[in-house]
């Protein structure tokens, strides 16, 4: 009877992603919170500018879902598709997949992104987006690794720093699997 009740215990904070195990790290509640604060600040400062935000798939589909619930303000929503990361490893190479259709010439422009870590992709977007000449550009992130920065970005919006370990659930993956848990789980050492 013990041995079952602690393999229930460990079950409700281990996950099994794959061939990988991840211990709970960041729950579904402070997630939640972090997001209305984050929505709240960019009601605050984008009241009257009519922001587009361009989430960026696939990891940032649940924030992205999540962030606009509590977004008051006219604005509109689109999606750009991106991929950097092979299986645990981020690759610093930008493949886009499926591109912006909307005109953001002299737009506000709010990058939605589910992690910031060593910055090399969400800068070649921000790059990208840049030529498209917005009147302003900022970039919100539910995850950030500072130790792990490698390409300077200015950071408005953050919800958690994280250590560099890496991450799985709430659209984050690995290896495709694993973006449909509630919570932020953490690999396991």
Known sequence: MVDLLRAFLLAEINMRVKDKEFKKFIK???IQKKVKKLASRINE???DKNPLFIGILNGAFMFASDLMKEVDIPSEISFIRV??????????KMKKILGLEETIKGRHIIVIEDIV????????IMDEIKSGEPQTLEIVTVLFKP???KKELPLKYV????PNEFVVG????YDGYGRNLKDIYQIKD
Request: charged share 35%; hydrophobic share 25%; net charge negative.
């Open 147 to 149: 130790n792990a920065l």
């Open 159 to 162: 919800g958690f720093e994280i």
């Open 170 to 173: 709430y659209g984050l993956d």
């Open 83 to 92: 991929k950097s990361y092979d299986k645990t490893d981020s690759t610093g």
């Open 117 to 124: 870590d060593t910055g090399f992709t969400i800068a070649e």
């Open 28 to 30: 579904k509640k402070a």
């Open 45 to 47: 400062d984008y009241k």
